[in-house]
């Protein structure tokens, strides 16, 4: 029997001794004065088992103590059965852990803190003594003030395998996810707070327990006290404390458990922040932690409950295992707790709001729950209460319950909070950070999951990139866009346990057209020859079709185009199978104008210049043409062809990145001859296919189309030509900067046209490399939404309704996720890119009108 080490400042009367236990070893005597030299009229004895924790037993101790065999008497009085049924039941807790350790795979630990340095010594010190046999310690110093942390962390370089990682934005969420862009080494990220201490087992429980059940995502351990020396402290504990009454008998929760705990409801008996692991692919794959939840935010909590929450709604298991200990130093003080337990609730109810503002239909499932809640919380037998001692405040109760109003409230605020800081801040997707140094390329693969076993990287790739980004397919059709660190993605199993997490979408099970006829293609490339390298890569891929295009239109739009041969650049030029036409009015859209007008295909594909397509992109456009007649327009997927700098990554990211759409999916207006005045005038249906029927899974705004993009998009031939040319006052090489493709797709729904998504036809596209392009893009990209918008309305005036509705539904929805497939103006842009973007805004008005003017001039 040893007493737990306390690193806290001694007092002179403690509340409780907290005390370790070996069952399996002869027990000494209680004292009620301890060495440190306080006294306590109790002790809190963690009872363990070769090891392993199976109980608490509170002792009350007389002035004279406990002798030894008063002490052994009673413990075998009330444990005897236990140790005597454990020894049956088979090999020991001992030989378990023993022969994990053999095996044990290399872990990495994050502990997050803020200005804590003593706190933060204590909780190195107790990693140096784990027993786990391979793992690195990474240390996040959250918006420092002082190189306090920084010096704690270099006293432990040579004791540790440790990393110190700065994250200037306050908050332990963003602390966590900033861990979580680094190359964490191994599949296991273990998580302990700065004030706590680690059992020398906790590490090697945890990835014992992953390693047992290969199918779970996360595993939670158990939070003892460090010490009771306040009745704040056992205050605390009977409330629940971390474990919150889970106990010391291990749990799995998921599929096939849900009759005896709901993944909402009660929280949480299935993990807690300050001792949890996580398979790294499954954490990174829920998107980490809600920056508006947790320690350093208006909400004070919860991110920890979300992410298990998150983990669990999405089928993935996650385990309780009190073999691993850590203990945890309770505030001392009545005021430190009241503060805390108007947290916990503070961050309960915020919880549930995030919930509900990133998936509304949850909250038709709380309130089927609600019931059950009301009277935990007015019941004196509820789990947090039916243990609380008499002279249990009720004003830590009121605190409690005054926090969970708030809740909701403080959730929004700092969601709004964030995004202004956001913008102020000019703030960088988290798979780019920039200016410190360690930024690093990400490889684009294609990997075919019924292929090989994995993507193949060069030895030069592996130690020039920092990351991978999969696109992950069945044969021709996408199932997944994932990205794993490297050097993470060589690993077959970490590979093979992000695929197991994807939600992979249903085949297609629309038939193709009896006899298999499908339509001819022509392709129209409309190009300036700027770029004959990348223009030559996408006739070589055009020429390499699985399905052959009935023809290549490469449309040169320049200006005083010369009549000079133009295949010296670009030998694919000279293939009898690519035209070259001369459109020397300028514009895109003029361009594809007289592609149109030339080609001879029953539908015409729009690709550009700096794109590659997929050798299966014309099959799968004709074949979509082919099983839905009624569909006069389709638009495609669009990936990276290469991330290679900050600014390409940044566009990925506000482009949709690993969110995009890969389901096919078919657009309609919901009425498109309903009164001017009507919302579903301008209201878009996005519908699937489901059994074999159409179903709408979603709305958006008539203009806010991103499944459509000029790079990559198709429409009968017949159709096209039927609603009119492309307006020649939008588009690059015009005032306008963009918005024909847009534009065209608006109309076409406008008129009654169906008009569908097909991820299969698959395109890579090679975003601007540097800042500067990037930039320009942005702005362009302002311009050519305004004076899209500004062609529309001045073609129908009606169309002002339409955007005073979408003006509305954009106003209601600031707090939700985008809907995938759906264009964003801002959203994901540093600050500067942001205000070029709304300059161009402001500007697109004025550039439609001009270019009109110019046009009809």
């Given at each position: 029997m040893a007493l737990v080490d306390d690193t806290a400042p001694a007092v002179d009367t403690?509340?409780?001794?907290?005390?370790?236990?070996?069952?399996?070893?002869?027990?000494?005597?209680?004292?009620?004065?301890?060495?440190?030299?306080?006294?306590?009229?109790?002790?809190?004895?963690?009872?363990?088992?070769?090891?392993?924790?199976?109980?608490?037993?509170?002792?009350?101790?007389?002035?004279?103590?406990?002798?030894?065999?008063?002490?052994?008497?009673l413990l075998d009085s009330r444990w005897g059965d236990v140790v005597r049924r454990r020894r049956a039941a088979g090999p020991g807790f001992a030989e378990v852990h023993a022969r994990h350790l053999a095996v044990a795979p290399r872990a990495s630990v994050v502990l997050c803190t803020r200005e804590r340095p003593e706190a933060l010594a204590g909780?190195?010190?107790?990693?140096?003594?784990?027993?786990?046999?391979?793992?690195?310690?990474?240390?996040?110093?959250?918006?420092?003030?002082?190189?306090?942390?920084?010096?704690?962390?270099?006293?432990?370089?040579?004791?540790?395998?440790?990393?110190?990682?700065?994250?200037?934005?306050?908050?332990?969420?963003?602390?966590?996810?900033?861990?979580?862009?680094?190359?964490?080494?191994?599949?296991?990220?273990?998580?302990?707070?700065?004030?706590?201490?680690?059992?020398?087992?906790?590490?090697?429980?945890l990835t014992r327990a992953l390693t047992e059940r290969p199918q779970a995502a996360a595993v939670s351990g158990l939070v003892v006290p460090a010490e009771l020396a306040t009745r704040a402290q056992v205050w605390f504990e009977q409330f629940g404390g971390h474990s919150k009454g889970r106990g010391f008998t291990p749990a799995d929760f998921g599929p096939g458990s849900g009759d005896r705990q709901s993944p909402l409801y009660p929280l949480p008996p299935f993990g807690v922040g300050a001792n949890m692991a996580f398979r790294t692919s499954a954490l990174r794959a829920v998107g980490g932690f809600d920056a508006a939840l947790g320690a350093g935010t208006l909400t004070h909590g919860a991110e920890d409950t979300r992410v298990f929450t998150d983990l669990l709604r999405s089928g993935l298991p996650t385990l309780y295992r009190p073999s691993a200990v850590t203990r945890h130093f309770h505030r001392r003080d009545v005021a430190g707790l009241r503060r805390q337990m108007e947290g916990y609730g503070t961050g309960l109810t915020a919880f549930y709001t995030s919930l509900v503002v990133d998936s509304p239909p949850v909250l038709l499932r709380l309130a089927a729950l609600a019931g059950r809640a009301v009277r935990d919380m007015t019941s004196s037998d509820s789990l947090r209460v039916s243990?609380?001692?008499?002279?249990?405040?009720?004003?830590?109760?009121?605190?409690?319950?005054a926090g969970m109003l708030r809740g909701p409230g403080a959730y929004i605020r700092q969601r709004r909070l964030d995004r202004r800081l956001d913008r102020e801040a000019g703030a960088v997707p988290a798979a780019s950070p920039a200016g410190d140094g360690g930024w690093r390329p990400t490889k684009v693969?294609?990997?075919?999951?019924?292929?090989?076993?994995?993507?193949?990287?060069?030895?030069?790739?592996?130690?020039?990139?920092?990351?991978?980004?999969?696109?992950?397919?069945?044969?021709a059709r996408p199932v997944g866009l994932f990205t794993l660190p490297l050097p993470e993605a060589l690993d077959r199993d970490a590979r093979d346990a992000?695929?197991?997490?994807?939600?992979?979408?249903?085949?297609?099970?629309?038939?193709?057209?009896?006899?298999?006829?499908?339509?001819?293609?022509?392709?129209?490339?409309?190009?300036?020859?700027?770029?004959?390298?990348?223009?030559?890569?996408?006739?070589?891929?055009?020429?390499?079709?699985?399905?052959?295009?009935?023809?290549?239109?490469?449309?040169?739009?320049?200006?005083?185009?010369?009549?000079?041969?133009?295949?010296?650049?670009?030998?694919?030029?000279?293939?009898?199978?690519?035209?070259?036409?001369?459109?020397?009015v300028p514009g895109i859209s003029a361009a594809r104008n007289r592609g149109v007008d030339e080609a001879v295909g029953e539908v015409v594909a729009f690709t550009d210049d700096d794109v590659e397509v997929d050798r299966h992109w014309v099959r799968a456009l004709a074949e979509r043409f082919a099983t839905e007649p009624a569909l006069d327009g389709l638009g495609g997927l669009v990936v990276p062809s290469e991330l290679?700098?900050?600014?390409?990554?940044?566009?990925?990211?506000?482009?949709?990145?690993?969110?995009k759409v890969l389901v096919a999916e078919t657009l309609r207006l919901e009425r498109p001859r309903a009164r001017s005045w009507h919302p579903a005038r301008y209201r878009v249906l996005v519908q699937r296919r489901v059994d074999g029927a159409l179903r709408t899974v979603r709305t958006h705004s008539l203009y806010q189309l991103g499944t459509f993009m000029g790079a990559n998009m198709a429409f009968r031939t017949a159709a096209l030509r039927a609603q009119g040319p492309f307006d020649q006052a939008?588009?690059?090489?015009?005032?306008?900067?963009?918005?024909?493709?847009?534009?065209?797709?608006?109309?076409?729904?406008?008129?009654?046209?169906?008009?569908?998504?097909?991820?299969?036809?698959?395109?890579?596209?090679?975003?601007?490399?540097?800042?500067?392009?990037?930039?320009?893009?942005?702005?362009?990209?302002?311009?050519?939404?305004?004076?899209?918008?500004?062609?529309?309305?001045?073609?129908?005036?009606?169309?002002?309704?339409?955007?005073?509705?979408?003006?509305?539904?954009?106003?209601?929805?600031?707090?939700?996720?985008?809907?995938?497939?759906?264009?964003?103006?801002?959203?994901?842009?540093?600050?500067?890119?942001?205000?070029?973007?709304?300059?161009?805004?402001?500007?697109?008005?004025?550039?439609?009108?001009?270019?009109?003017?110019?046009?009809?001039?």
């Open positions: 403690a509340a409780a001794h907290v005390l370790d236990v070996e069952l399996s070893d002869p027990v000494g005597p209680l004292q009620r004065t301890a060495p440190d030299g306080t006294t306590a009229d109790e002790a809190w004895l963690l009872l363990r088992l070769d090891g392993e924790p199976v109980g608490w037993e509170v002792v009350p101790l007389p002035d004279q103590g406990m002798r030894a065999d008063e002490l052994q008497r909780c190195l010190e107790s990693l140096t003594a784990q027993d786990h046999p391979d793992f690195a310690v990474w240390v996040v110093d959250n918006a420092p003030v002082t190189t306090a942390t920084a010096d704690v962390v270099a006293g432990f370089a040579g004791r540790l395998d440790i990393r110190y990682v700065v994250e200037p934005r306050p908050g332990l969420s963003r602390a966590r996810n900033r861990a979580l862009q680094e190359p964490l080494e191994g599949e296991v990220v273990a998580w302990i707070d700065d004030d706590e201490v680690a059992d020398p087992m906790w590490l090697s429980e243990g609380l001692a008499a002279d249990f405040p009720a004003e830590l109760l009121s605190a409690n319950r693969v294609h990997w075919d999951l019924d292929g090989t076993d994995g993507p193949v990287l060069a030895d030069e790739d592996v130690a020039r990139y920092g990351a991978v980004h999969v696109v992950a397919r069945r044969g992000a695929v197991q997490r994807l939600v992979e979408p249903a085949p297609e099970d629309a038939p193709v057209a009896a006899g298999g006829a499908l339509p001819s293609v022509s392709v129209v490339i409309p190009t300036m020859l700027e770029r004959p390298a990348g223009l030559s890569r996408c006739l070589r891929a055009l020429l390499d079709q699985e399905l052959p295009p009935v023809e290549v239109l490469v449309v040169d739009n320049r200006p005083g185009t010369p009549d000079g041969d133009a295949a010296a650049a670009v030998p694919e030029l000279g293939d009898p199978r690519v035209r070259l036409l001369r459109q020397p290679e700098t900050p600014a390409q990554e940044l566009f990925e990211q506000h482009s949709g990145g690993a969110a939008l588009g690059t090489g015009t005032p306008s900067r963009g918005g024909e493709d847009v534009d065209m797709v608006v109309r076409m729904l406008t008129s009654g046209r169906a008009l569908g998504y097909e991820p299969s036809a698959i395109t890579s596209h090679a975003h601007r490399r540097t800042d500067a392009e990037l930039a320009r893009q942005m702005a362009g990209y302002g311009t050519g939404f305004t004076a899209l918008l500004t062609a529309v309305v001045a073609r129908d005036p009606r169309h002002l309704v339409g955007l005073a509705h979408a003006a509305l539904t954009v106003a209601r929805s600031r707090l939700r996720p985008r809907d995938p497939g759906v264009t964003t103006l801002l959203e994901g842009l540093p600050a500067e890119l942001r205000r070029l973007r709304l300059r161009g805004m402001v500007s697109g008005p004025r550039a439609y009108l001009a270019a009109r003017t110019k046009e009809t001039s």
